[in-house]
DNA sequence: CATGAATGAGTTTTCATTCAT
DNA sequence: AATGAATGAAAACTCATTCAT
């Protein structure tokens, strides 16, 4: 009682093996294999696998900002709704592994177009959006947001994998919270200094 | 009388080209064309492409550690010291651009053992090792020094590989200043309560 | 509508190449090309060259066999029967030339089991199984089964080859009653002695 | 203090290695390994591959036939000649195991001309000759030499085989007396019929 | 004589893609 | 839609032979 297409078989298949093995080592005839289908078929449904590559991309990275979304809720406070997205990193990383790791360990060359994946309509424009108007109000402190992002996205991301090889001794809510806690003292804003005494710039 | 040996030229060859286009897309034709030698010399020197990919693991993972202990010096001071060490990420990412391409991106299979780069012989352990002397002597706040690690490495990277791309508008000199703040925020020991009145941590 | 598949095409040609210049000389292109097909495709239907030679080494010594029973029928009496699995090794060596020196002429290496080819449940084992009974019944005089089926079939193989080079002046017909004849003198069992004046075989 | 020079160690470890894994297997790589020298060396003293094995033949059919002879002796009586000299292949396949393997188990098209060495200057031709001698004595029955031939050299070559792959059960001794026996029967010339009442051969 | 790096043509094998059914 | 045999271009790898030292 097969709920799933053979369309959705094949980009089952080739997502997992994408991510075990990379994408050139995978060949079609695994994934093929894997989706209980014939090779040939796989080019009913794709245009070949690079296409399967490129859907993969999409589909997933587009998963992945859903999740982050629906983390994030409609929460609109810069500093919980980053913690939130933050969250929503461990949360795919916990729910969607190979896709998680499809996403981060594919070579530069196979991903579409590297601005787009991070600054496109796809995850990370979530972070950088929240820390443009965290900055912007106050919230935290100046900095610019691409990079903030970057630092953030790639902590969380290596919190996961380190997790994942088992070299972490903590469990999973304490490296979430102590993620968090390190993405807030990255952020936050200093005190304000006493008026008359602020520190020059120059 | 050429000062590189035909066996480094072909090491030469092979990082660039598997930094560029990924291990698996990079042919052993390719390797030796750029290496100006016969495909077949490339196994006199090399058992195959797969003793060619772990020596390259191995002397840029020791190359990367070089250029970390170059940096850090003798420097003691725990801050200090992790201030360069954060520096030589930079500094590596600049002077041997395509190893450090070839050490981050290369698919987790290739990689010989995860466990050896991450806290084996080589880059990793001398952050590991930084962290907790710090957080013994104060210097930093208690956190688990691998997933510190974790953190502050990926930040870099990510950082450099921003750069690299073109996203951010800030100048060298002052990503890295930004990274280095950042990490001390990071890390930075909380300051000492007032007595009698410290924070009840259960 | 070839009544042969591709997969037959590909024995076929591998049996004749691998018989004529020996199973190393003999390349998967040349099979290939002689089984009118792409050399990939030889890959679709073995693991590879050596399964190629494996398969062919089972499939010509069943064959064999399958010659040497069909020549015995259902002879009971052991000179008769012995007598008919000699005529069975000419009639092979005639009937499937390529055969006949596949499984002659292949170096030890290349063959799978040496014990499985002369004593399992092949040719060889017919031989043996004739010669026995003889013994028993006193047929034939008394000696090692083994040995004996050894002595007839490398007689019988190396008449087929001496024929085959040309190096012997008669026919067919009467090299082949002449080896039988021969295997006759070996096994005829001595003439009852008078009683009384028998030898000692001490 | 090596008595042999390094075209002997050449020979030497050629020699084995063809009779291990065949001529086509066996590399010249592994060939110099063996034999303690450089791979160029090899070139020095032979043309080529091709050279050793010419050269590997001749010499091994040469030491053969010298094995031979001396076994034989200078025996007159053809029967007593003839069992010398099957006593002479067991010789030969003892006290040199890899020339006798190479000699028998070479791929035809590896032979530089096979009917030298059946009928050339070498081993084969000093059976043929005793036979022809023994025939034209009466002392064995009227058969084609060359053929006689054939059968007791593939039969004592055979039970050689055999022997060392340990599927005689009888000691070394035994298994030439009996094939010795079984050249006899088969060579016997038959009791001369009573005057007047000669065979029938229709 | 000796060495062993270098060569390059050749070998086995792989694999994305096509095509007849 | 589905199949899986077939294709052929290209991959990794081998190896007899040459050559500078």
């Known amino acids: 009682m097969a709920r799933t297409t053979k369309k959705e078989a094949i980009l089952d298949a080739a997502l997992t093996l994408f991510a075990e093995k990379g994408v050139d080592a995978a060949t079609t005839r695994e994934i093929a294999e894997r989706a209980d289908t014939a090779e040939g078929n796989l080019y009913r449904h794709f245009e070949g696998k690079d296409d399967l590559v490129r859907t993969l991309f999409e589909t997933t990275a587009r998963r992945f900002a859903d999740v982050l979304k629906a983390e994030a809720g409609d929460e609109d406070d810069p500093r919980a709704r980053l913690e939130a997205l933050i969250q929503g990193i461990f949360t795919f990383g916990e729910s969607h592994p190979a896709a998680f790791q499809f996403l981060l360990a594919s070579h530069p060359s196979h991903i579409p177009k590297d601005r787009d994946l991070l600054l496109g309509p796809y995850p990370m424009r979530l972070f950088v959006e929240t820390i443009v108007r965290g900055v912007s109000q106050g919230a935290f402190r100046p900095v610019d947001p691409v990079l903030a992002t970057g630092w953030i996205v790639a902590m969380a991301q290596r919190a ?3 997790a994942r090889m088992g070299l972490l001794a ?10 968090v806690e390190a993405s807030r003292r990255l952020l936050a804003a200093d005190p304000a200094p006493p008026v008359g005494e602020g520190p020059h710039d120059d």
């Open 160 to 162: 996961v994998l380190l």
């Open 170 to 179: 903590d469990d999973r809510e304490r490296i979430i919270s102590e993620t």
